[in-house]
């Protein structure tokens, strides 16, 4: 095989991995700390922060320490911040009242951070009943038990109008019922928050890696998400949501989980002209945590390799857990 001109293999794909400087320079995939989004929770009525067993690192905040997260994450270079309330078990009821409760701890932890990072850090409140609702799920429910699809939509549009009062910049409906969009939109215009965006979940997967996420907000679900979340086998209706989100007035799209779900984010980011999101969720951090725990994987590397992995797929942003970490590490240029 061998020829006059240096013999096989003539091409050597291998000399543009020779170094860290050649591997630097040829890198087609960068991440950067502004287009991180720190998901954090925020617990009514505790006076210390309360660690989540399954993960590990990750708190739920009292008023005082989101405060102080918030402004970690603006000194870290972070894009946003996305909100989840978890109010107290007696407050919660059926059709999810602190969700839209002025002083419900969610719009009182918007206001507290919106005074404590002004326009510094783009502001995302989590627009879902199922944080507030004493039954878990996301829907208030109607006689025989289901997730009423109307009745529901008439609770996020109240929401919106909460959130956007007490100051959200984005506010971020993951319920996944049908029509959530426009009724938002209508709301927050009818209430003069034209500016207020909505970040859609788009292709949202009723997946078994929310289990985390679950104790992090106190959820007390029985049973499932099935009947409005996606089911894992379809890829196609993700376009189709897309499509009805757009109509709808999204004006940034997600995909949710990222890591199995990589294939519908790149087709997704294909197909549209509005900044796309990906949502790298609680049960994909508590994988990489507990096998570095074990010593079985290289923590930081492949942290590092899910967040480039999400964003070589078609990310523009990504929510993790990992956000501060990994903006301090981005900037020592590690
Ligand atoms: C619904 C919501 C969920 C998550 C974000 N928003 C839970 C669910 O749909 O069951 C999950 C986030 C995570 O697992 O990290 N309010």
């Not at 960068?30 to 690192?57: D, K, Q, Y």
């Amino acid at each position: 095989m061998s020829s006059a001109y240096g013999g096989f293999p003539g091409v050597r794909p291998r000399r543009l991995r020779v170094n860290p400087a050649m591997r630097r320079m040829v890198a087609e995939t960068r991440l950067h700390p502004a287009e991180l989004i720190l998901p954090a929770f925020v617990r009514e009525g505790i006076s210390e922060p309360v660690p989540l067993a399954a993960m590990p690192g990750v708190v739920q905040h009292t008023r005082d320490t989101l405060r102080k997260a918030a402004a970690e994450a603006v000194e870290a270079g972070l894009g946003g911040i996305m909100l989840f309330g978890v109010p107290e078990d007696a407050k919660k009821d059926a059709v999810g009242t602190p969700g839209t409760d002025p002083e419900g701890i969610l719009q009182m932890a918007i206001r507290d951070v919106r005074a404590e990072v002004g326009d510094d850090l783009v502001v995302m409140s989590d627009l879902c009943l199922d944080e507030h609702t004493d039954h878990g799920h996301c829907g208030v429910l109607d006689a025989a038990g289901r997730v009423d699809n109307d009745a529901t939509l008439e609770r996020y549009a109240e929401m919106a109008r909460a959130q956007a009062e007490a100051g959200a910049h984005v506010v971020g409906p993951s319920g996944m019922m049908d029509g959530q969009v426009r009724v938002i939109r209508e709301a927050l215009d009818g209430a003069g928050h034209q500016d207020v965006s909505i970040l859609a979940y788009t292709a949202k997967y009723a997946s078994a890696f929310y289990g985390p996420f679950r104790e992090a907000v106190g959820s007390s679900l029985q049973g499932d998400r099935k009947t409005y979340q996606q089911d894992p086998a379809n890829a196609r209706e993700s376009l189709r949501e897309l499509a009805l989100d757009l109509a709808e007035g999204a004006d940034m799209v997600m995909v949710k989980p990222a890591l199995p779900y990589l294939d519908i984010l790149s087709k997704i980011a294909e197909s549209v002209d509005v900044p796309v999101a990906a949502y790298q969720i609680s049960g994909e951090y508590a994988m990489v945590e507990a096998a570095a725990a074990n010593g079985w994987i290289d923590r930081d590397r492949a942290i590092m390799e899910t967040l480039t992995s999400i964003r070589r797929a078609g990310a523009g942003m990504i929510l993790t857990y990992w956000a501060t970490e990994v903006a301090r590490l981005l900037r020592r240029g590690e």
